[in-house]
């Protein structure tokens, strides 16, 4: 069975560092494609970041330079280093795989975990 | 990245059907048939229902379709139920490894 656990929300300063960590199960991440999605309270969702299974990340304008998206493969595990946070980074965070549609990226999320709660305060 | 617009909100009486309008751009939902949509309801996370403009995920029952007519993606939910009740987003690739949500629409079954 597929699962998504995502940890490390919490309250943090306006110009504070946090990392997300999403453990998954039941499958293996390094042959994946992975993102990260955020929803601030009462709002829509917004991508933040992906990682290929090749290893290549790309992050959306609004993080870039702020954010970094990794994986440990020993550890099956995503992560999401976020630095330089802003009042407007406040969000629940999701952790989602990326599926495939015969053999090529499908560029649709098949699976997400619960989410995390980060909120950013002066 | 602009967010895709979608209605804020939609109804219908059970058993009824419902549509929901995503737009975007030629850049994103009319450049790509990589449109998807996903439900949520509150305090849950998402669920996917439709991928690839209109493919049903294993599970999803055939009440959900999708489509798609230039910029414009739809998501119509026939025979309403009240576990239908929940907010919908919409999502498109964009490009350069950029993906778009929609604003999102709740549906409420009167």
């Known amino acids: 069975e597929v699962q998504l656990v995502e940890s490390g929300g919490g309250l943090v300063q306006i110009g504070g560092s946090l990392r997300l960590s999403c453990a998954a199960s039941?499958?293996?991440?390094?042959?994946?494609?992975m993102s990260w999605v955020r929803q601030a309270p009462g709002k829509g969702m917004e991508w933040v970041s992906v990682?290929?299974?090749?290893?290549?990340?790309y992050d959306a304008d609004s993080v870039e330079g702020r954010f970094t998206i990794s994986r440990d493969n020993s550890k099956n595990t995503v992560y999401l280093q976020m630095n330089s946070l802003r009042a407007d980074d406040s969000a629940v965070y999701y952790c989602a795989r990326g599926a495939y549609s015969g053999g090529a990226y499908g560029y649709y999320f098949d699976y997400w975990g619960q989410g995390t709660l980060v909120t950013v305060s002066s | 990245q602009s967010a895709l617009t979608q209605p804020p909100s939609a109804s219908g009486s059970p058993g009824q059907s419902v549509t929901i309008s995503c737009t975007g751009t030629?850049?994103?939902?009319?450049?790509?048939?990589?449109v998807s949509w996903y439900q949520q309801h509150p305090g849950k996370a998402p669920k996917l229902m439709i991928y690839?403009?209109?493919e049903r995920p294993s599970g999803v029952p055939d009440r959900f379709s999708g489509s798609k007519s230039g910029n414009t993606a739809s998501l119509t939910v026939s025979g309403l139920q009240g576990e239908d009740e929940a907010d919908y987003y919409c999502?498109?690739?964009?490009?350069?490894?950029?993906?778009?949500f929609g604003t999102g629409t709740k549906v409420t079954v009167l």
């Open positions: 999502s498109s690739y964009s490009g350069i490894n950029n993906y778009v």
């Open positions: 030629s850049s994103d939902v009319g450049g790509y048939n990589y």
């Open positions: 039941g499958f293996t991440v390094s042959n994946r494609y």
């Open positions: 690839e403009v209109s």
């Open positions: 990682i290929y299974a090749g290893g290549t990340t």
